[in-house]
């Protein structure tokens, strides 16, 4: 019992201090341990207890709406896993796979003009994601370089500055804002659903790709997932708000000159709003764990399905 204790004491303060780390601004985390033992410690178990089934690498996609928390969680398992069951938890980040300006600019002279900002199914490197993945979890590993994708200069990185994965992990957490995300009925592409789609998709060419990108390359990724984590925001305006505390940080915190201003980010998160709103009532009860997020941007409640 006094080792229990001890255990629990020793990955509080790991947890405590990392978010010491993240309070940037004047945004300090709320209800801190309350977080740590209704959020924290039982998904942290639920992914433990999955692994446990058959001691194989687990992929855990870890989705949300942009500045819902995915990076900050994501961390915060790894912390958890790592001192409660020492499991090796790698992570990665669907962004770190956007396609290269050049690759998107090809792109949006042969489909869309609106392919060109990177974020929506299409402007992905599918076929680089599904071999990640497939290396991760196959049982002859071996070593494998993860992309890393610099959203200040819109580009990817260069290799040297790539994850190395030397070791075969226990837990790879897949995050992103659209890991998950499934296709719309036809019908539902029909009805723009803001200003960028009445304007620059009036012929629905760019909506009608990105619902055949999810229906054939993103499919198969998904489809290699473990288990969905959704955080789920309380609607679409929350995730401006949320983007724009976002980029304040990144102002701060990133060496690149280029961030955007509030009028360039509330159009870049159109390009989002139309899946979001739909991951929104889907995952809602197709996704293993649901992670209800309140107005104060405080993790409100969970539900395992």
Request: charged share 30%.
């Amino acid at each position: 019992m006094h080792s229990n204790k001890l255990s629990y004491q020793k990955v509080k303060n790991k947890y405590l201090k990392y978010i010491k780390s993240q309070e940037v601004l004047s945004e300090p985390f709320r209800n801190k341990i309350n977080q740590f033992n209704n959020f924290y410690l039982p998904i942290s178990q639920m992914i433990y207890k999955n692994y446990l089934i058959n001691k194989k690498t687990q992929v855990i996609g870890l989705t949300g709406g942009q500045g819902s928390g995915k990076s900050t969680i994501s961390n915060i398992l790894k912390i958890l896993l790592k001192e409660n069951f020492n499991l090796e938890t790698v992570i990665f980040s669907i962004d770190d796979f956007y396609k290269t300006f050049k690759e998107r600019k090809i792109m949006s002279k042969n489909v869309s003009s609106l392919f060109l900002t990177r974020g929506v199914p299409g402007t992905h490197d599918t076929k680089m994601i599904l071999n990640s993945i497939k290396a991760l979890k196959n049982s002859r590993f071996k070593k494998i370089l993860i992309p890393k994708f610099n959203k200040g200069f819109d580009d990817r990185e260069s290799k040297s500055k790539w994850l190395r994965v030397n070791k075969k992990p226990n837990i790879v957490i897949f995050e992103g804002w659209c890991v998950g995300a499934e296709p719309q009925k036809k019908k539902d592409l029909l009805v723009p659903v803001n200003e960028l789609e009445k304007q620059k998709d009036k012929k629905m060419i760019w909506r009608k790709r990105v619902n055949k990108e999810l229906e054939k390359d993103y499919k198969k990724i998904f489809n290699l997932l473990d288990k969905i984590i959704f955080l789920k925001v309380p609607s679409f305006k929350y995730v401006y708000k949320w983007r724009l505390l976002q980029e304040k940080k990144l102002r701060i915190t990133s060496k690149e000159k280029k961030t955007m201003s509030d009028n360039q980010i509330k159009t870049f998160i159109m390009f989002y709003e139309r899946l979001t709103k739909h991951m929104l009532k889907t995952l809602s009860y197709k996704a293993d764990s649901v992670i209800k997020i309140d107005t104060a941007h405080r993790l409100k409640s969970i539900q395992f399905n």
